[in-house]
């Protein structure tokens, strides 16, 4: 076994995410992913999630501090996504390149990258947004169209997983758990559960294009219908009324719906391991990027339009019961207060049209 402390898979994914996958030295900023012409299914990846701080002492470790816990050796914080040429140059010269510099460089070209994202998104100009297929694969790309029930996209790059993830999906499409098998799309606000396993294609603009047969739009309810619960306070507890616990339902009910459901992570009940968001999972890897919003979105698309099947009655129903599309989340403050998170939701909600409001939703460290 290696004592190197190496970075974890999901720290390197974040890393280059933040970074946009583009190299983060001083005036570099190389591409860093992309299709390989050497097969359809080929993805040819320079960049690398480089050490600040050595990985390990010894001969060659540079930057390296053994006062440094494994766990902050570790840490996206000790991490710079680099292209293959620079991460061998700051790797040769710790002069030159010492911690601080690296630091310096890493904020910079984040910032650069979140000030290039916020141009884009405030002038309007067409920006490739977040497709998610399963929980593995993310990628940008365009939505084509949709034809005899089979949605098709033009996948551009990925984000989380590559071609092999993707065609393995295929693969094992038939022993995937059914609460798996759905497509999200942010530029739609919107998602359908998979009737069949996705195809890919190599185009010839050097993407792929991806058609995936969908059921038809889940069943939501009118807000109205509601059921009845507890009624929850600003402070998130049950509240009286009299002396007796407040109920609400239907529409008064719906911001509770939202918190509670969004609030609730994935794998926290032990008899629904699938039900649930990942927003900690996302919140926790991309805090400050603004990726960030998009990621959770898609965690919103999903609680709104894929159905969940009770694995102890089978019953299915869209966790978020009566939302059709989402525009999107918004986080109104980057650091939550005692785990709860003010955000924005904009959403269009079945027996309501579109619907805006403010909620704190719960991220456990
Ligand atoms: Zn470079």
Not at 54 to 60: D, E, M, V
Not at 141 to 160: A, P
Not at 308 to 329: A, D, K, M, S
Request: aromatic share 8%; glycine share 6%.
């Amino acid at each position: 076994m290696s004592n190197r402390d190496e970075f974890s898979p999901r720290t390197k994914k974040a890393v280059a995410l933040r970074a946009n996958y583009q190299c983060s030295f001083r005036n570099c900023s190389q591409p860093t992913s992309g299709p390989s012409d050497e097969s359809p299914e080929a993805v040819n990846m320079t960049g690398k999630a480089a050490h600040i701080h050595a990985a390990a002492s010894g001969r060659g470790a540079r930057r390296y501090l053994a006062s440094m816990t494994r766990e902050k050796r570790t840490h996206i914080t000790n991490a710079i996504w680099l292209c293959a040429t620079h991460a061998d140059l700051i790797d040769r010269d710790e002069v030159t390149y010492t911690a601080d510099v690296l630091h310096t460089m890493k904020a910079e070209h984040e910032a650069k990258c979140a000030e290039r994202q916020r141009h884009a998104l405030s002038s309007g100009e067409p920006s490739p947004d977040l497709i998610a297929i399963g929980p593995d694969i993310v990628f940008v790309g365009t939505f084509l169209g949709v034809e005899n029930e089979v949605w098709s996209f033009h996948l551009k790059s990925f984000f989380d997983g590559d071609v092999h993830t993707l065609i393995t999906f295929a693969d094992h499409y038939d022993q995937t758990t059914t609460n798996d098998r759905y497509i999200l799309v942010n530029e739609l606000g919107d998602g359908r559960a998979l009737r069949a396993k996705p195809s890919v294609t190599r185009d010839t603009t050097g993407g792929y294009t991806v058609r995936c047969p969908v059921f038809p739009s889940a069943t939501r309810i009118s807000a109205a219908d509601i059921p009845a619960s507890w009624a929850l306070s600003d402070s998130h507890d049950l509240m009286t009324n009299n002396g007796n616990w407040a109920i609400v339902s239907g529409v008064d009910a719906l911001p509770q719906q939202l918190k509670t459901c969004l609030s609730h992570q994935q794998g926290e009940s032990p008899f629904h391991r699938d039900f649930g968001t990942r927003f900690a999972e996302y919140y926790n890897l991309l805090t400050d990027s603004l990726w960030l919003d998009r990621y959770l979105s898609l965690e919103v698309i999903r609680q709104a339009a894929i159905p969940y099947i009770n694995p102890i009655n089978n019953q299915q129903y869209t966790p978020l019961l009566c939302v059709e599309r989402v525009f999107g989340i918004k986080i109104l403050v980057n650091t939550p207060t005692k785990n709860w998170l003010p955000v924005r939701v904009d959403l269009s909600v079945k027996g309501l049209g579109r619907w805006q409001h403010d909620l704190s939703v719960c991220i456990p460290p």
